[in-house]
Nanobody
Framework: QAQLVESGGGLVQAGGSLRLSCTASGRTFGTYVMGWFRQGPGKEREFVAGISRYGGSAVYADSAKDRFTISRDNAKNAVYLEMNSLKPEDTAVYYC?????????????????WGQGTQVTVSS
């Protein structure tokens, strides 16, 4: 069972950058597909980005393409989300999640473990 802890959120001005981190407990991190989701005020949680077990492939939501980069370091049991050119509409609680699929899913039910989330607020 994986326990996930996010960090790196905060308040940033529009156009700025943040790097989110998610660390996992356990020795099986490399067996999980990892994803980042977010839930904005009054909105449903949505997929942002996902990365395969060894980092060979990544999938992005349209809203994240060209601005966000997901990466992972299996030696450190960590996955990252580098966010650039942030916009006020990126304001949300960001969650990392771990799943056991062999591909990178974009739907929540495909992920088995979730962190508690980290708040990102982008001011205009």
């Amino acid at each position: 069972q994986a326990q996930l802890v996010e960090s790196g959120g905060g308040l940033v001005q529009a156009g700025g950058s943040l790097r989110l981190s998610c660390t996992a407990s356990g020795r099986t991190f490399g067996t999980y597909v990892m994803g980042w989701f977010r839930q904005g005020p009054g909105k449903e949680r949505e997929f942002v980005a996902g990365i395969s077990r060894y980092g060979g492939s990544a999938v992005y939501a349209d809203s994240a393409k060209d601005r966000f980069t997901i990466s992972r370091d299996n030696a450190k049991n960590a996955v990252y989300l580098e966010m650039n050119s942030l916009k006020p509409e990126d304001t949300a609680v960001y969650y990392c999640a771990a799943g056991r699929d062999s591909y990178v899913p974009q739907s929540e039910p495909k992920y088995d473990y979730w962190g508690q989330g980290t708040q990102v607020t982008v001011s205009s």
